[in-house]
T-cell receptor, first 113, second 114 residues
């Protein structure tokens, strides 16, 4: 099935550093969603993007919906230990996928304190 | 209280056993989903339902079945569990009125098949 290419697969960074991850696809999407999964929990929505070119922030997180509608990135500024977890991108396009989301494989973030 | 709950949270079973995972939600959403998470593979859709008694296959439905007898409940069954069904299972819901299909996830069920 349709897959999103999410990179990097994992990151091990120093506390205080900025983090960047992205998702790309060969298909266009109408919506991009970014989720975070804490250890032992289900994914929780961080940011939703609805328009090409849209740049949205949520605290230290910033995400952008690519102009081509085929990609999105998520930045985390000044990382802290509680940023640890798995970050998933997800795309939605009503006409092709009905009411389903397509997920990336996830980026595992580990922070050195 | 959590809006989407799953039971059990952890289960260890043996090959060939029948297993049922339960999902309940208090969000009033019509749509419910079952996903499986494996390391490096992200979330893969098993089955989904848009209304009571509506059942649709996802990308990896083989070996699984589901039941949606009430709006708030969506159960996943493994008729005869096998070791490669060892995984983390998530239930999710979304609102019929939400054209962007934002989904809300339960806390997950960790299933181990020996």
């Amino acid at each position: 099935g349709q897959q999103l290419n999410q990179s990097p697969q994992s990151m091990f960074i120093q506390e205080g550093e900025d983090v960047s991850m992205n998702c790309t696809s060969s298909s266009i999407f109408n919506t991009w969603l970014w989720y975070k999964q804490d250890p032992g929990e289900g994914p929780v929505l961080l940011i939703a993007l609805y328009k090409a070119g849209e740049l949205t922030s949520n605290g230290r997180l910033t995400a952008q919906f690519g102009i081509t509608r085929k990609d999105s990135f998520l930045n985390i500024s000044a990382s802290i230990p509680s940023d640890v977890g798995i970050y998933f991108c997800a795309g939605h396009k009503l006409r092709e996928y009905g009411n389903k989301l397509v997920f990336g494989a996830g980026t595992i973030l580990r922070v050195k304190s | 209280d959590a809006d989407v709950t799953q039971t059990p949270r952890n289960r260890i079973t043996k090959t060939g056993k029948r297993i049922m995972l339960e999902c309940s939600q208090t969000k009033g959403h019509d749509r419910m989903y079952w996903y499986r998470q494996d390391p490096g593979l992200g979330l893969r859709l098993i089955y989904y339902s848009f209304d009571v008694k509506d059942i649709n296959k996802g990308e990896i439905s083989d070996g699984y079945s589901v039941s949606r007898q009430a709006q708030a409940k969506f159960s996943l069954s493994l008729e005869s569990a096998i070791p490669n069904q060892t995984a983390l299972y998530f239930c999710a819901t979304s609102d019929l009125q939400d054209k962007n299909n934002e989904q809300f996830f339960g806390p997950g069920t960790r299933l181990t098949v020996l």
